[in-house]
């Protein structure tokens, strides 16, 4: 991932941080950051700020000496996979629903994203934050603090229902003997849109 920034174009490739004056020579920035794989690059055009797994978060203003920066409120572990820096503000998004922000890249909090979907990419338009993730999820927000859910595909708890028809022949009241019984079944499966089963009914007679 390539990040350019006070002249300079920063490259990261998992633990390895590379930067550039020209976009033709590079070198590795040393001693490593970190060993934790870094996914996002980020700059305000003053600070750069890089994030990745095990909820680590870096800033540094000459993509030279990097400094660790702590989440307020937050020993959490998951993987930070995406960001963005827009309207003043940074947002990075990552595992289990994680929403964190920053307005100057040194202070950081957590927000909430009511769901806890895997959260892999965001975006700013018009005056929105628009944030996708696994399971067709996706949040809008107009402030980068209080999101709302938009999903196009909403997944309903699975139901099944089965119920029979009633019996036309059985026990007969006098006789008190067995005769054939007769029963019409149906189910009815009801899973979310692309799975094995459609939506319908599923009759069986027997």
Request: a negative charge; proline letters at 4%.
């Amino acid at each position: 991932m390539l990040f350019r920034s006070n002249g300079f174009t920063t490259l990261i490739s998992t633990s390895k941080t590379f930067r550039s004056l020209n976009g033709l020579d590079w070198e590795e920035v040393l001693p490593r950051i970190t060993p934790n794989g870094m996914n996002v690059v980020l700059s305000s055009g003053t600070v750069l700020v890089l994030a990745g797994d095990n909820y680590k978060i870096f800033v540094s203003t000459n993509s030279h000496a990097w400094d660790p920066v702590a989440i307020n409120g937050s020993n959490k572990s998951y993987n930070l996979l995406n960001g963005l820096y827009a309207n003043g503000t940074f947002v990075v998004v990552g595992g289990n629903g994680t929403i964190v922000t920053s307005y100057d890249g040194n202070t950081w909090g957590e927000v909430n994203s009511n769901t806890n979907e895997t959260l892999t990419s965001v975006t700013y338009s018009n005056g929105h934050w628009i944030i996708v993730g696994t399971n067709a999820t996706i949040l809008r927000s107009n402030d980068a603090v209080v999101w709302e859910n938009i999903s196009l595909i909403k997944t309903e708890e699975n139901f099944y229902q089965i119920k029979g028809d009633p019996f036309i022949s059985g026990y007969g009241p006098e006789e008190l003997v067995p005769s054939v019984l007769t029963d019409t079944l149906t189910m009815t499966v009801i899973t979310r849109p692309g799975s094995t089963w459609n939506v319908e009914d599923y009759p069986f007679n027997g």
